[in-house]
């Protein structure tokens, strides 16, 4: 049974998640609240590992979520549910946009869609924020990240692994 119920709810997340991996977040914290497969504080390490591994957050946090619930079959049913939407709306908006692309309702659409998921992925990062900042000291250390990712512009990994530095070194 739940391998079901780990299907259904990923897939409803893939079906509604536009955007990317980020506003899968919302989507995750409700997961959490209603099933409790997670806390929140291990929703922030999903977040932070999915992150920093490769391929696409919201499947990484899939695979991850549905492995800490049910095991590797919970990992792989996640992960399908997740995903399995995405592969049946790309095709059938493929072949729709191919026969609507200049239909203005169809542009004014995608147009309104954009700041719909801009304010998604701020909730996320409203929601991440709390979880992230709980006293002075990472408050103090994500400002310093948010200064350096924005005027420094390294590799995004190389602030992954100095964030796990100063996590490490700092006892946080």
């Not at 980020?22 to 409790?36: A, D, E, I, M, R």
């Not at 919201?58 to 399995?84: D, K, P, R």
Request: net charge positive.
């Amino acid at each position: 049974m739940i391998y079901v119920l780990l299907f259904w709810e990923f897939f409803k997340i893939g079906l509604l998640a536009i955007g990317g991996g980020l506003v899968t977040v919302p989507f995750l914290f409700n997961l959490s609240n209603k099933y409790g497969w997670f806390s929140h504080q291990e929703l922030a390490d999903m977040i932070a590992i999915s992150e920093s591994t490769p391929g696409p957050l919201g499947v990484n946090m899939a695979t991850y979520a549905g492995f800490n619930t049910a095991g590797f079959g919970g990992g792989i049913i996640a992960t399908i549910g997740l995903t399995l939407p995405s592969l049946v709306v790309i095709v059938w908006v493929s072949k729709m946009l191919f026969r609507f692309r200049d239909n203005c309702y169809v542009q004014t659409g995608f147009y309104a869609i954009r700041p719909a998921v801009v304010a998604l992925i701020l909730g996320a990062s409203v929601q991440l924020f709390n979880l992230a900042v709980v006293n002075i000291l990472t408050a103090v250390i994500g400002a310093a990240f948010f200064a350096a990712v924005h005027f420094i512009r390294l590799h995004p990994i190389v602030y992954i692994l100095l964030g796990a530095v100063v996590g490490i070194v700092l006892k946080l």
